[in-house]
């Protein structure tokens, strides 16, 4: 990272930043965010859609994150009527509002567009989390430089791979590589939980959107009846993102035959994993999390049968893993499942034999270490920084022009 963005501009005293953050990852690193803003900032004003964790922490929410909490091809074409609807009225509050900055968490597909037509009104615009450009439609590239003036990255090699594409962008590290510490502390996660301390624990993680848990809720649950009936004395934990996410993977559960007691937690996501002994895991940024509670996973990824088949008929995926901890090592260091590999069978097989190999487990743990050092950055106050910088650029030029009634429309 440049000088430019270590450092941020001084004497800012009010900034109006306008968010639109996708579902609960995008809250967390929003609040996170926020706060090392008004750091920065006594005066800041920010206001978009945002999650209860950036409410609480000053955002004015328009609309609720949860709004956005959809994923792959056939499910956003099913939603996209709402999506345009919403992204049109977003548009208009925020050609009212007049924001300085406008910074986009996550949800490319709904954030870059709408960036696109705030940027030609004049409007410095920030991607906060990097399209998975470098994974699959690489050709991407190009819309994401015309509709921001800077991506921040939470991964080292999205910034390499935008350099190699003169965008500008910039490797902050990931907040959460911050917020959990170096070595996690098991006895105290379980004493807040209330776990045995010699209990054998598995942490199931379905995911936070409620289309993953459609997809994954029941193979999870199958996989602890699978546990279960080889290794009676496990226990299972998990964590629900919401309380609709809570009463779906409920239903799920119910459909498995023999499914074993599992013992659901209001979020407690961080200390789920650092209480278990491993953990079945949704793709996403719950594997990150898992990895810097350094703690195995087996990790599971289903769509709709329709995107499956435009991923694989298409040729549209140019990497070969998917999960975090495999990206970030370059090599399979978890085991992955895709779409008809996730059952329960093989899913709880692959948990026990992570569990039973003594000799892998220590590898994972030492390689996990490496990873969250790397990550470890101060990623919110790098990421207020930089966005600060860009605020300053736009000052330097005069500041952003008004508005005008079509200027950001979010067209393509």
Known sequence: MSAAVRAAPSGVQRLRVGFVAGEHSGDQLGAALIAALRERVPGLECFGIAGPKMTAAGCEAWWGAEQLSVMGLAEVLRHLPRLLRLRAAVARRFREARPDVFVGIDAPEFNLS?????????????Q?????????????????ARSCDLVLCLLPFEAKFYAQHGVRAAFVGHPLADQIPLEVDREAARRALGVEAAAAVVALLPGSRLT????????FAAAAAHIAARRPGFRFIAPMASPAVRELFVKQVAQVPDAPEIRLLDGEAQRALAACDAALVASGTATLEALLSARPMVVAYRVSPLTAFALRTLALVKVRYFSQPNLLAGRRLVPEFFQEQVSGAALGDALLQELEDRGHVRELVEEFAAVHRTLRRGGAALAAEAILECAARASALGGPPAMSAGGADGGS
């Open 128 to 144: 906060y989390v990097s399209p998975q450009v470098w994974a699959w439609r690489q050709g991407r590239v190009r819309s994401i």
């Open 114 to 126: 709408l960036a696109r037509g705030l940027k030609r009104a004049g409007v410095r615009t920030v």
């Open 212 to 219: 993953e848990v459609v997809h994954l809720g029941a193979p």
